[in-house]
């Protein structure tokens, strides 16, 4: 079972840019399509973007244009780019796998200030 640890979080001005990290425990991590998820205080987590095993990506409309997920295999790890935070980004941020069948990870929190 792959695990997953977040990291890159931070406070930003809205405006401002964040680029996180996901690192995957193990090489298998190659094989599973990753998803970047959020979750704001008292909502539910939401999928944010996923990235295919060979790069082929999906974005919610919310983050569409403003935040690029990619990954370096090589590295078993997964980013998340995000610029132009609002303040509506605020989050804990989690990567899983697509289906989220990974367990979850403490996630990195990211507050944008206004």
């Known amino acids: 079972q792959v695990q997953l640890v977040e990291s890159g979080g931070g406070l930003v001005q809205a405006g401002g840019s964040l680029r996180l990290s996901c690192a995957a425990s193990r090489s298998t991590f190659s094989i599973f399509a990753i998803g970047w998820y959020r979750q704001a205080p008292g909502k539910q987590r939401e999928l944010d973007a996923t990235?295919?095993?060979?790069?082929?990506?999906n974005y919610a409309d919310s983050v569409k244009g403003r935040f690029t997920i990619s990954r370096d295999n090589a590295k078993n790890t997964v980013y998340l780019q995000m610029n132009s935070l609002k303040p509506e980004d605020t989050a804990v941020y989690y990567c899983?796998?697509?289906?989220?069948?990974?367990?979850w990870g403490q996630g990195t929190q990211v507050t944008v200030s206004a």
């Open positions: 990235i295919s095993p060979r790069g082929s990506t």
């Open positions: 899983n796998t697509a289906s989220a069948t990974a367990p």
